[in-house]
RNA sequence: GGGGCACUAGCUCAGGUGGUUAGAGCGCACCCCUGAUAAGGGUGAGGUCGCUAGUUCGAGUCUAGCGUGCCCCA
């Protein structure tokens, strides 16, 4: 006996069943170890940052990661999935911020570092628990009890290994570079980071007037986005072969700018064209800038010179130049030997000497600076720029700003090359990542900003010699203690202090700056520098940190053995993240390795939107909490839902709707066809162990749903295979409904039947099967479902079977089970039906009037046997007492001949279309015949004569008018409609039946319950009921029926213009 | 301004290697079933496959240009 099944079933309700069997069990556990000497499959798990909350995005990417990763388990291969936590950074030191209500690194350092670093470690771990919580829910199996950390040290050491391999190859440089600088985080961001941050804003437009020099009531006319670069002003560019114009405007004063702007410029305002000159002819004519507060040093300044860069497309044709401030106008200004002027603190606020705005955040000045113009006549025109600026990706209030600074950087231009070599081998899904969006990142690729001057990351491993300036990267505390053996000693004794300070955190700041050593015989002290690294750094090196490469030496052999990764995925927004620092450290770092690595197979997934395709916004709230999601439809349905709309690479609009769907199209069909099945099982005393028919010898029906079975296996194995888990999803979703809608549907008396019988036998073996084997199929996708299915129908059933469906192998093919041709007669016969049924809603004939035959129209012989075998079934889906085929084909039909375009393209060529015309104008049912008494037929093409085979030409029936027919793919299936006055009562007889079975169902009758009717009709309804009285009785369950009302509740309904009257009471029991 | 992606039915989406009747679900209309039943099933209506050129015997599919939207980056 099987546990009984109800088809009402609460999925979240059997989460917590099948979550309480697996921990009780251990069975995450028990596929680790039963797998050990499988072959590996090796995953990479992204850390994400725990301190902050888990959202709709992160259960997306889980939820993918465990389908495959659960795919290959139960594919014979060992998965482990080790966790991992993202630990070090901005985002922890934004968030302790927060939580202490300070604001910048002075603030930082007034608070004190160290206490500052141990609420930096408090932080951390601050959603850990919902982390997990979230984690369990969705069914994400991953071991979070050995979840690699980046604070811990031997990560730490493993960073400082990879970056002192690098510093040794002179890829580790000091660099005075314009980087993208947060004046309130007080540090530098990497390309990867600015890219997290990017959002609308309108930032002013100006257009000022800079006075030539020498030239009274002459202006430049420049253009800027930042005015309050202004002050900090070095030159004025133009592009050298452009045209500029001297124009004189109706007040008299006189501007230059370019001609290709001047229409935009200046309107329809009157002016007077004076001179035209190339750009070219301006370079090197001084001018006065608009602001003077200091003088710049180390070279000249404030005069024109032409570059590359300066657009015509926008602005004025000349182009304010700031080197402080602008990548472009560093490298411009350097190459011209220009001097430098940076009228800015690192805050972001004006120094002193920058007098009218002392003190102010650039930014916020930009409106009096704008003011400041205007009142001394310089400031032309004034406009509003709507356009995108990066902020930062922690703290989306502030701007970031192109800022000139002393940096380290790591010499990724150099080595690129390699990089793209190293992804030209990596499969990604989509493909088009590859040359696309990733490809075009490291096409443009520029060193890595890797020094943050911050708190709390992994500090950078450069100790420089205080008098003579020797520089020296260390790789391990290892390789400090040599040098030093006391060097920890200040860590020790603030241990000593705080017993709760972790061993750990002897790497961090600020005890690591206490580290320092001297050299016998040579002057000077080496002392840390004073950055710790950008935390993507951090991530990148997962592959080896993980295991504490190479220091930690029982952990080598691991390391190698899970190098490199076979699969990762993550979202779109890790190209420039997680995807790039862990390629690119990777082949900086393992030149020996052969190419792809440290991953060869990375599925990258869109963003998760809204229903308007709105990007998920907490402020926003416009989408409901997966959990609260999960709570109410389930984790199967939020992960099939999932999976069933999300195409890697492309947004996915993700959606309440879309999780119900999930259960009544899928979760609820294959449940019931389970319930039905164990609910019958269970009357019959169906054994599972016993003996079971031979595939070959079971019905049609049984062997075509097998095929199928076999079919849909092959498809999602070869599809989970890509990476496709979308198409996979498709697959088992159409199998689904052939088992539900057809094969339950259509086997349903078999199971019922009474006695024993081969076909009974047949069909509880073939249902037991094939719902085994979709267990085994979807058990990736939906492991809850699975599970419980599996626990009633085998693992608790058949002795020695897995305990688990996540311990099973995964759905085989099976060479037993191809019948190709049977799937194809299935095919054929349910487009008769449908072409029969349409027929009957033409012609207004419901399904409940029996017909006397249904005359099916085929092209050739192989059809009508393969019809045949279903002919039961066609003939009870129509409710029609014979299926005829028709020899006379030409009375219904016409022919409709076309040429096998596939077959005849590559022969024919340009007389393709006058084939198609030929064989349209010719005699279709002469030609057909011709083609199948001789075998061929020949056509003349433009003047050639073309021989055409059976398979060079496909025919077509098309139903001719007047008949009560229809046609689909080209068969023709015609009713005779004729009712004789036998049809017309057993018609009628149906119609009684329905009308006492909806009085049943009103009256809220057990299903199986027997009844007593007594009915009264007159004429011809009378004699139609005398004669199929039988009948009535046996489908209303009428244990007795009987002409004249009995007791009971009175019924009256009308049967085709007929009083029906009939008592119904349910029988005592 | 550059790069990437998308544009297919009212809505949400599928449509390897080009093959001539473009599919599904939801919604809608009509119908069936009443032994999966506060379920199930069927039939139908609905599409110039964003637009325009081109390649080809043949284009939703390939090429180019344009338009709209989203993402990434200047």
Redesign the pocket.
């Known amino acids: 006996m099987f546990d009984p099944v109800s088809?009402q079933v609460s999925f979240p309700q059997l989460d917590k069943e099948v979550q309480r069997f697996w921990d009780d069990e251990r069975i995450f556990a028990k596929v680790l170890e039963q797998s050990k000497k499988k072959p590996p499959f090796v995953f990479y798990e992204g850390p994400p940052t725990a301190n902050g909350m888990p959202h709709a995005g992160h259960v997306l990417t889980r939820v993918m990661k465990d389908v495959f990763l659960r795919y290959k388990s139960m594919s014979g291969f060992h998965v482990p999935r080790r966790a991992g936590w993202d630990t070090h950074g901005l985002p922890v030191e934004v968030e302790v911020e927060k939580e202490l209500g300070i604001s910048g690194r002075q603030a930082i350092a007034d608070f004190g570092i160290e206490p500052f670093t141990k609420k930096c470690i408090e932080s951390v771990f601050k959603y850990t628990h919902e982390w997990e919580v979230m984690t369990r829910r969705i069914g994400f199996w991953v071991d979070l009890e050995d979840a690699y950390v980046t604070f811990h040290k031997s990560y730490v050491e493993s960073v400082w290994w990879a970056l002192k391999k690098l510093f040794d190859k002179g890829l580790l440089y000091k660099g005075h570079k314009v980087v993208w600088w947060w004046p309130q985080g007080g540090t530098a961001l990497s390309?990867g980071e600015?890219?997290?941050g990017?959002k609308q804003v309108d930032d002013p437009s100006i257009t000022v007037r800079f006075p030539v020099k020498g030239m009274p009531d002459t202006s430049f006319l420049a253009w800027t986005t930042t005015p309050w670069t202004l002050p900090s002003n070095i030159a004025l560019a133009v592009k050298a072969d452009a045209d500029y114009l001297t124009v004189r405007l109706d007040d008299g004063r006189k501007l230059v700018l370019a001609e290709a702007r001047a229409a935009n410029l200046l309107g329809d305002r009157p002016h007077e064209i004076l001179e035209r000159r190339k750009g070219q002819q301006w370079v090197g004519t001084e001018y006065e800038p608009p602001f003077r507060y200091v003088e710049p040093e180390g070279g000249p300044a404030h005069r024109v010179i032409a570059a590359d860069f300066v657009e015509l497309?926008s602005g004025s044709g000349l182009v304010h130049l700031a080197p402080a401030f602008g990548?472009d106008d560093f490298a411009a200004c350097k190459s011209e030997g220009l001097g430098w002027l940076q009228l800015l603190r690192p805050d972001g606020t004006f120094p002193p000497e920058v007098t009218d705005f002392a003190g102010r955040f650039c930014k916020d000045a930009d409106r009096d600076i704008i003011r400041n113009l205007r009142t001394r006549g310089l400031l032309f025109k004034e406009e509003v720029y709507r356009?995108?600026y990066?902020f930062s990706w922690r703290r989306m209030e502030d701007p970031l700003i192109q800022y000139a600074r002393e940096s380290w950087f790591v010499r990724t231009t150099q080595e690129i090359h390699r990089v793209q070599e190293n992804n030209e081998h990596v499969h990604w899904e989509p493909e088009?990542i590859k040359r696309?969006?990733f490809g075009?990142f490291l096409e443009?690729n520029v060193d890595w900003a890797l020094s943050r001057e911050r708190f709390w990351g992994t500090p950078l491993p450069i100790w420089v010699n205080d008098e003579t300036g020797d520089v020296v990267a260390v790789g391990s505390v290892e390789e400090i203690l040599e040098r030093n053996p006391r060097a920890f000693d200040h860590f020790y004794e603030a241990q000593r202090r705080d017993r709760s300070l972790a061993d750990h955190l002897m790497v961090h700041k600020p005890w690591i700056d206490h580290v320092t050593w001297t050299e016998r015989g040579k002057p000077g002290v080496y002392r840390r520098v004073p950055e710790v690294i950008d935390c993507w750094f951090d991530s990148g090196c997962m592959p080896f940190a993980q295991w504490g490469y190479p220091h930690v030496k029982e952990q080598r052999k691991k390391f190698h053995k899970a190098f490199p990764a076979d699969f990762i995925t993550e979202a779109?927004?890790q190209t420039?993240g997680w995807f790039y620092s862990l390629m690119t450290i990777s082949t900086l770092l393992f030149d020996e390795e052969k190419y792809p690595h440290p991953f060869k197979n990375c599925v990258v997934l869109g963003?998760l939107t809204d229903?308007q395709?709105r990007?998920m916004s907490k402020s926003l709230k416009n989408y409901t909490d997966p959990l609260e999601l999960m709570e109410s439809a389930g984790a199967d349905a939020v992960r099939w839902a999932l999976y069933s709309?999300t195409?890697p690479?492309?947004?996915t609009?993700f959606f309440d709707r879309a999780t119900k769907?999930a259960i009544?199209?899928f979760l609820?069909?294959i449940w019931?066809?389970y319930a039905?099945f164990v609910q019958l099982a269970n009357i019959d005393g169906w054994d599972p162990t016993a003996p079971r028919p031979a595939v070959g010898g079971r019905p049609p029906m049984d062997r075509w749903v097998l095929a199928e079975l076999d079919h849909t296996v092959r498809s999602v194995r070869r599809e989970l295979d890509d990476y496709k888990s979308h198409?996979a999803v498709?697959h088992i979703e159409g199998f689904v409904d052939a088992l539900?809608?057809w094969y339950?549907?259509r086997s349903?008396p078999r199971f019922?039947a009474q006695g024993e019988s081969a076909d009974k036998a047949a069909a509880f073996a073939t249902l037991y099967e094939v719902l085994v084997e979709t267990t085994k199929l979807i058990a990736p996708f939906v492991p809850f479902m699975s599970e419980a299915i599996f626990q009633n129908l085998v693992a608790t059933r058949i002795p020695k079977a897995p305990r688990s469906v996540h311990l099973a192998a995964f759905a085989e093919p099976s060479v037993e089970r191809v019948d190709e041709s049977l799937r194809r007669a299935v095919q054929l016969s349910r487009a008769v039906v449908?072409a029969g049924?349409?027929v009957r809603?033409d012609t207004k004939l419901?399904?409940?009037q029996p017909l006397s035959k249904a005359i099916v129209a085929v092209a050739d012989e192989m059809e009508r046997v393969t019809i045949q075998r279903f002919e039961r079934i066609i003939r009870d889906e129509l409710n029609v007492e014979e299926i005829a085929f028709t020899d006379e084909l030409e009375t219904y039909v016409d022919y409709q001949l076309?040429p096998n375009?596939?077959a005849l393209?590559?022969r024919l060529?340009?007389h393709?279309?006058a084939c198609k015309a030929a064989l349209a104008a010719a005699d279709g049912a002469a030609l057909y015949a011709q083609l199948r008494t001789k075998g061929s037929v020949v056509l003349a093409l433009g003047g050639e004569r073309f021989e055409l085979g059976p398979d060079d030409i496909q025919v077509?029936l098309v139903a001719k008018a007047g008949f009560a027919a229809a046609?689909e793919q080209?068969h023709v299936v015609v009713l005779d409609t004729q009712i004789t006055p036998a049809l017309h009562r057993a018609g009628l007889a149906?119609e009684v039946?329905?009308r006492i079975?909806?009085a049943?169902?009103e009256m809220d009758l057990p299903?199986g319950a027997r009844v007593h009717v007594g009915w009264e009709a007159d004429g011809e309804l009378a004699e139609a009921i005398a004669a199929h009285a039988e009948t009535i009785a046996a489908?209303t369950?009428a244990s007795r029926f009987e002409r004249g009302l009995g007791e009971g509740r009175l019924h009256e309904a009308e049967v085709s213009g007929d009083g029906l009257r009939f008592s119904l009471r349910p029988e005592e029991a």
Do not use: M, T
């Open positions: 088809p390309a600015v890219g997290q990017y497309a990548e356009h995108d990066p088009h696309g969006r075009q443009g779109v927004d420039r963003l229903e395709g990007k709309a195409v690479g492309q947004n609009r769907e009544s199209k609820l069909k019931n066809s039905f198409l498709r539900s809608n339950v549907r349903k019922w449908a049924l349409r809603a419901k399904v409940r076309l375009f596939r393209g590559p060529g340009k393709l279309p077509r046609e080209g149906r039946i329905n079975n909806k049943r169902k299903i489908e369950l």
